[in-house]
């Protein structure tokens, strides 16, 4: 009875954090009137006036004119530090020796002073530059005029005036991605020598708050989307458990993902892993993931089963052969050991099954695309999906093969040969890939046209933007950053149509959640902007059909999901521009009213409601936020 108490007194407590939350986020999160997206490796992608985004993009860059240049960019650098003090952002990182320290403030509506101090630790006959890149779209019939002290472009609809603080070389370039002006920094690298350059700049341009047509097509639902999902690979003893606890707590999470520790497992060739484990031998972190997978099947949901790291007997030419490379280092299995290998995966696999109750419904090494930390080749990948599913189902285990699991959108071509083996699609549960890069249309089309293929869902096994975010992690307290994540997400489901996506991490990697140490930061375990966006998000009713949905506005993103025997139903929407208005129409004849709930700086999931009448209802969206309609059960 004691236990239960406590555990009633914990779970009470965590629902008056969420509150309490909820009341901080509109009291100590005011929206700007600008605001500067500054990416944490320094780019700055515009400035918001209104809401509206007054887009460029600036880049340090170190190198030779028209030859080879080296540019600040995503997972471009080792290790840029970024903070955030008010309502300054500033960045350090490297280029070439070259250390850049950026600032930039926003000082009001339309109104950015940046400040960037350069220090060389170098001599070489290269250039540091400070850039401004112009898009084609809103660019091309831009007028850039350059004058000592001041750079202005003009547009139809943009104006940007840059005023320095000292007289500027600048060189206009036409390049393939379109304009970038070149602002020299220091003609030539000298070591140790040390320059600064300020600027004052107003942003502004056409603020488009035009109605967004959104149109549901109910006559043509899609694929099931089971719900959201989230990763559970436990990395942090300490500050894993209340982060795991808060969001099973607090999300509807319908889908996970654990680590299989092998190389933990079965250290020594000729053991036997299952009477060594039955005999009290069984590993505590191996017992963790586990018990985390327990606790997740218990909760009714399907858990998928990834391998990280082998041992070291299952390694072709042994650990010491290998060097790190980018910060990977890429195993190949000894294929004269595959009995050995399917035997101890297997045993792992029965030993769960037998001792835990559990039955993982799908399989992958991580990433062996890339090789994290098991490479593949796209063949061997094929062969291991053919080979391992026919040894489980040898063994009437109903584990099935993740195909691919890929380390990004950008790899889909190591999918072909299963994709285009017969005898593989038997043992595949899934297609997967990760969320970290090239998500363009194009390429999340091919992932859903690939699953549609031979006839199983799709799944995001890690879903977020920044692969290396965790580096640099005050990022994740940034409303860009959720911004970013949640346009994805919403993406992701018009298009592909996923089973799940699912969260890297619900733990304290990537924590949607922030103090009590997360990161080295202070105050109260509290949720992030992120973590609203994605209980909203996961809100979706259960087990609800995937709903073709059209915006006629660019800047207005929207998936919709419906459940048509329970008659419940979900319309998401990014608005990554100005407050506007939305016509909905397409509704079920049967909704009468709509809760709407609103996540932004100010507003964590914010709840109101609408009527709907005749299938079509008209409602605000707020500047840069994220908007879900939810249909009353």
Not at 41 to 50: P, Y
Not at 234 to 257: H, S, T
Not at 596 to 610: I, L, R, S
Request: proline share 4%; with cysteine; glycine share 8%.
């Amino acid at each position: 009875m004691t236990t239960f108490y406590i555990f009633d007194i914990m779970k009470n407590l965590r629902i008056f954090q969420l509150g309490m939350a909820a009341l901080l986020c509109g009291i100590l999160s005011l929206p700007l009137s600008a605001q500067t997206e500054v990416m944490a490796w320094s780019n700055i992608t515009g400035v918001r006036v209104d809401g509206e985004l007054i887009d460029f993009e600036s880049s340090l860059r170190v190198g030779t004119l028209k030859g080879d240049m080296e540019i600040t960019g995503k997972e471009k650098q080792v290790r840029p530090v970024f903070h955030r003090e008010g309502d300054m952002q500033e960045v350090t990182t490297t280029l070439r020796g070259v250390k850049f320290h950026q600032k930039v403030t926003d000082k009001g509506k339309g109104l950015v002073e940046i400040s960037i101090d350069a220090l060389s630790d170098t001599t070489l006959n290269q250039t540091a530059y400070y850039c401004i890149a112009l898009s084609p779209e809103n660019y091309a019939d831009a007028k850039v005029r350059t004058s000592g002290r001041k750079l202005t472009v003009t547009s139809a609809n943009r104006k940007l005036e840059f005023k320095f603080n000292k007289s500027v070389k600048a060189t206009v370039e036409k390049e393939s991605t379109g304009t970038v002006v070149y602002i020299s920094l220091m003609p030539t690298l000298k070591k140790a020598e040390r320059t600064a350059l300020s600027m004052a700049l107003h942003a502004s341009g056409v603020i488009d708050h035009s109605d967004a047509e959104i149109i549901l097509d109910m006559q043509n639902p899609g694929s099931l989307f089971t719900g959201f999902g989230g990763n559970f690979r436990l990395q942090n003893p300490a500050a894993d458990p209340k982060v795991i606890d808060y969001c099973l707590e607090n999300l509807r999470v319908a889908y996970g993902r654990v680590e299989f520790p092998w190389r933990l497992w079965q250290p020594e060739e000729e053991a036997d892993p299952i009477a060594t484990a039955q005999n009290g031998g069984l590993n505590k972190r191996v017992e963790e993931s586990l018990l985390m997978a327990k606790r997740l099947k218990a909760m009714g949901m399907p858990v998928i089963l990834s391998c990280w790291f082998p041992p070291a007997w299952a390694i072709d030419g042994g650990p010491a052969s290998y060097a790190r490379q980018g910060g990977v280092i890429a195993y190949r299995l000894d294929n004269r050991k595959k009995e050995k290998i399917y035997k101890s995966m297997a045993d792992y696999l029965l030993y769960a099954k037998q001792h835990y109750g559990i039955e993982f419904s799908m399989f992958s090494f991580n990433e062996s695309d890339l090789g994290i930390d098991v490479l593949h080749t796209p063949q061997e990948h094929a062969d291991f999906i053919k080979e391992f599913g026919a040894y489980l189902a040898g063994l009437n285990l109903p584990t099935r093969m993740l195909l691919g699991d890929n380390s990004d959108a950008t790899t889909f071509d190591f999918i072909l040969p299963a994709l285009n083996n017969p005898e593989t699609h038997k043992y595949i549960g899934a297609v997967s890939f990760h969320s970290w890069r090239g998500c363009d249309d194009v390429t999340l089309k091919k992932w859903a046209d690939a699953a549609k293929a031979i006839n199983v869902p799709l799944l995001v096994g890690e879903g977020s933007t920044d692969a290396a975010a965790h580096g640099y992690a005050e990022i994740f307290n940034e409303s860009t950053f959720a911004l970013y994540e949640i346009n994805l997400y919403t993406r992701i489901c018009a298009i592909c149509q996923p089973l799940s996506i699912l969260q890297w991490q619900l733990t304290s990697d990537y924590s949607l959640l922030w103090g009590d140490g997360i990161y080295g930061s202070k105050g109260p375990l509290r949720p992030t902007q992120r973590f609203w966006n994605i209980k909203q998000l996961a809100s979706t009713p259960a087990d609800a059909l995937a709903i073709p949905v059209s915006s006629s506005k660019k800047n207005v993103n929207c998936a919709a999901f419906g459940n048509m025997v329970r008659g419940e139903y979900a319309v998401h929407m990014v608005n990554n521009g100005a407050d506007c208005e939305a016509v909905i129409s397409g509704i079920p004849a049967e909704v009468k009213e709509l809760k709407v709930y609103v996540t932004n700086t100010k507003d964590c999931m914010k709840e109101t409601a609408v009527k709907v009448e005749n299938g079509l209802v008209r409602v605000h969206l707020p500047a840069i936020s994220f908007i879900t309609l939810l249909s009353d059960k």
